[in-house]
């Protein structure tokens, strides 16, 4: 099914939204998956933004409206962060999240997990390269791609391949450079088109967004213009991409926007309610609607939400 035509405008309307996570002093950085029937939600709870004591927070919800935990995932003298779920084609959930140990210049090193069934979790694994942090994985076919970038200087974001989830190769060593790249979303169009939505923070800090055919080693880059933190990249079924994304153009928001590969483009749609210390959605579509996990502070503690959106032409 093709996309809309170019221009054709994308009608977005939150209808509903649910606090879901909220023991923590500090809860955070949030992903979604549907396995199996049921929902996962997975963020990070803490005493801060930015603290010691962070552990990986698992619930479990059959119709995404009623959580529980499904488990709790710490690591002795790491602070646990930015969590990101995947469905393998063998069936298994996968967990990526890094650990971040050390004082005022901290080490970083990409963890994963294995789980059956979302509630059973094996011990972790250190994946990938230290100090480059696997932002998110995604499968194309029976391969899984993530991008990594590096916490140390010099910056660059880095492309990896991986025939099982866990032996991480560099496909791409240094896949963009310019202006601290760091966070990403990553998805494959049928006919093979990867798609990277790229944050950036540094001098010119606006968003990439990078395509490429297979095998992935060249890329064409359009910079979209705007300035975007915690980015998830989504395609929906008819061929639409849609980002979930911080904003920062005055006002901290997390918002679901529209995103034309042709034209280069990202346009919001919907903000969804937040402020302040905000974003990090988790983004799946399912029986014509799109749910959305993510965190805000908009009601004093830094809580996270999960919100319905519906999507019209």
Same mark, same amino acid.
């Given at each position: /099914?093709?996309? =809309?035509?170019? !221009?054709? =405008? /994308?009608?977005?309307? %939150?209808?509903? %939204?649910?606090r879901i996570g909220d023991s923590a002093p500090h809860n955070a950085f949030t992903d979604l998956a549907r396995h199996r029937d049921r929902w996962f939600c997975v963020f990070r709870e803490g005493s801060s933004h930015v603290s010691g004591d962070g552990t990986i927070r698992v619930l479990v919800s059959p119709d995404g409206r009623h959580w529980a935990a499904a488990a709790l995932l710490t690591r002795d003298g790491a602070d646990l962060r930015d969590p990101r779920l995947v469905a393998r084609p063998d069936g298994r959930l996968q967990l990526y999240a890094a650990a971040?140990?050390? !004082?005022?210049t901290k080490t970083f090193q990409t963890l994963t997990w294995l789980s059956p069934d979302g509630h059973r979790w094996g011990d972790p694994t250190p994946v990938g390269e230290r100090d480059v942090w696997l932002w998110r994985g995604a499968w194309y076919g029976d391969v899984m791609w993530g991008v990594g970038y590096a916490t140390r200087d010099p910056r660059f974001a880095r492309l990896y391949r991986s025939d099982d989830g866990l032996d991480l190769q560099p496909v791409v060593r240094t896949l963009f450079a310019d202006g601290y790249p760091n966070e990403s979303g990553l998805i494959f169009e049928p006919d093979g088109t990867a798609r990277c939505l790229l944050r950036r923070d540094r001098d010119t800090a606006t968003a990439q967004l990078g395509s490429?055919? =297979? =095998?992935?080693?060249?890329?064409?880059?359009? #910079?979209l213009g705007v300035q975007v933190g915690g980015p998830a990249l989504l395609r929906l079924p008819d061929g639409r991409l849609i980002a979930g994304v911080r904003l920062l153009d005055g006002r901290a928001r997390t918002a679901i926007c529209a995103v034309d590969a042709e034209r280069g483009e990202l346009t919001e749609l919907v903000t969804l309610p937040s402020g302040? #210390?905000? $974003?990090?959605?988790?983004? %799946?579509?399912? #029986?014509?609607?799109?749910? %959305? $996990?993510?965190?805000?502070?908009?009601?004093?503690?830094?809580?996270v939400y999960l919100a319905d959106v519906t999507l019209g032409r």
């Open positions: /099914m093709n996309p =809309p035509s170019i !221009g054709q =405008p /994308m009608a977005a309307t %939150v209808t509903a %939204v649910r971040a140990t050390g !004082g005022a490429s055919r =297979p =095998p992935y080693r060249d890329w064409h880059w359009t #910079d302040g #210390d905000t $974003s990090y959605p988790g983004l %799946v579509w399912h #029986d014509e609607l799109l749910r %959305v $996990s993510y965190y805000s502070s908009h009601e004093g503690r830094t809580c």
